[in-house]
Structure formats: C-alpha cells, structure tokens
C-alpha cells in the first residue's frame, strides 16, 4: 500500500506553494487509495509553537485536506520523537560516519528543510581534526554541531515525477549537519527516521527539497531502512521569478481565507497544475478521479493572477 505523509514545519501560516504540495501529496495518496499521515515538524523550539501548529492543522481542515494518522498526537511531533533520533545518531556515530564541528555557519537553519541557495557544498576544517583535539575541545566544554562524512560518491535518486537526479554527495552536497550544538537534532536525520518509522513509501514535496533526495537515501542506506520514491512538484513563483514563501503574507493562509472559499482555492490551484482546463472551484474529493502526474508540470510555475 502507498504510505504518504504531509510534514509542515509549524514556523508561521502555511502560503500558497505549502498548499499547493499538499494538494498533490494529498491527490496522490487519495488516487492510489494509501494511507497518509500528518506529521509536525516542530524540531527548532525557537521557531516553532503548539499555537502555530494548531492554526496549520485548522488550515487544511478548512482546505478539506484530511489525513489517515497524526497531526497533534506526541508521536507524531518531532519534538517527542528525540529518543528516535538519538539512537539513529548512536548507530552513526559508531560506525565512524559523524565528527564534531565547531563552526557556526549555517546552525541556524539545519534544523529546518533546506529551500533553494540555502545550503551548499564546501570542506569543513573540523573533518580533519585529530581525535584527540575532538576530545580536548568538546571535554573543554566547547560547543559542537555533527557533521556526515559525506562520501565523494555519485548516487542517483529515480523522481517519480522529475525523472533522474544526480548528485556528488561530497561535491554537490557536502558534509551536511545532522545535530545542532544546542543538541537539536536536524532535518535531514529527523526526516529520514520518521519515514522509516512511520512506514512512508512516497514523498511528494516542493523542488526546492530535490537536493535533500541523494543525501536523504544515503542516510536511509547507512542506517539499514528503505528509502521512499520522491516527487517533487514545480514550485510557484512570483512574476519576478521569486519564490512564493512565508514572506509573501499577502499569499499566507490567514490573507488567502479571508479572501476566497477554500473551493476557489483548491480549484485554482488545481488549475494551475493542470488538473482541470479553468480555475472553476472544487473540493479536493472532486479532482481525485482525474488526478494524473502526466499532467502536473514539472517545469516552476509563474503565477501572474490571483484569486
């Protein structure tokens, strides 16, 4: 059966592009008759809120998004699910994949999903430290994020809607954090353990998170488990070639319920994935029959109107 899952990070409103990966995560478990699980992303306590979360789970309610499993429930908040976690790192650390870094760069947003520019390749000086200086510094009281040694190897990842992804996990990817100094734990490890544990076969997600793909299955490899098929939609963007993000509070949820039915909401934006031939309104029930990935685009989607 076709286990897939919505995972949103309760860091402010859903906006138009998280709603429209919904829709298609939704569609597509709905259409394979799977099962689909609500899981909260909750893992930076600086960014994330219960209130934020419960005002998202009242978003897709509104929406007519349902879910099979979780939402609010503890075990399927990551913020409750750190023993998890830990033991995933245990066995990492064990097998000599981890190191301590004592840089600061870029600890603010790995325990985050990644979006586009905002991660990158490069050498971290603190690979090649002695062990004995690892030891010295963190005995010191010295703070550490982990690192992956990322192997300087070509792994490929089969899109189910993109196609063939390549990357160099060491080259393209680099040696990405997996556990912030403050002790939480990152994206990329937390994602991975989750799936696994709750049984996800499918991933459907922004193309901004295309890059996390190689270094996600790797992660599944070296930790024994299976790894999901991708497929990542086109996102939508501004008319300036943009990005539609948090940012754009006029396309945030509270700005798009006060201004339309959440019928002319799903309709349009299943217009716009080419789900139907004009922006008429639906409930997402309604576009389960004639959901079909051969006619989402895969190329990024300017949005010039809107509702």
Known sequence: MLVGRFAPSPSGRMHLGNVFAALLAWLDVRRAGGRLWLRIEDLDPERCSRAKAEQLVDDLQWLGLDWDEGGLQPQFCQSQRTELYAAAFAKLQAAGLVYPCFCSRAERLAASAPHLGEAGPGVCPCRDLPAAVQQRRLAAGERAAWRVRAPAERLAVQDGHLGEYVENLALDGGDFIIKRSDGVFAYQLAVVVDDAAMGVNRVVRGRDLL?????????????????????????????????????????????????????????????????????????????????????????????????
């Not at 339309?260 to 309709?267: D, E, K, N």
Request: hydrophobic share 45%; with cysteine.
């Open 211 to 307: 890059s996390s793909a190689p270094r996600q299955v790797w992660l599944h490899q070296q930790l024994g488990f299976a790894p999901p098929q991708f497929c990542h939609v086109p996102l939508l963007l501004a008319a300036d070639g943009k990005r539609l993000a948090k940012r754009e509070r006029s396309l945030d949820m509270g700005a798009l319920r006060a201004s339309c039915t959440a019928p002319q909401l799903v309709g349009w934006l299943a217009w716009l994935a080419g789900l139907q031939p004009e922006p008429r309104p639906q409930h997402p029930k309604q576009l389960i029959a004639g959901f079909d990935w051969q006619l989402v685009p895969k190329e990024d989607i300017v949005v010039n109107t809107y509702i």
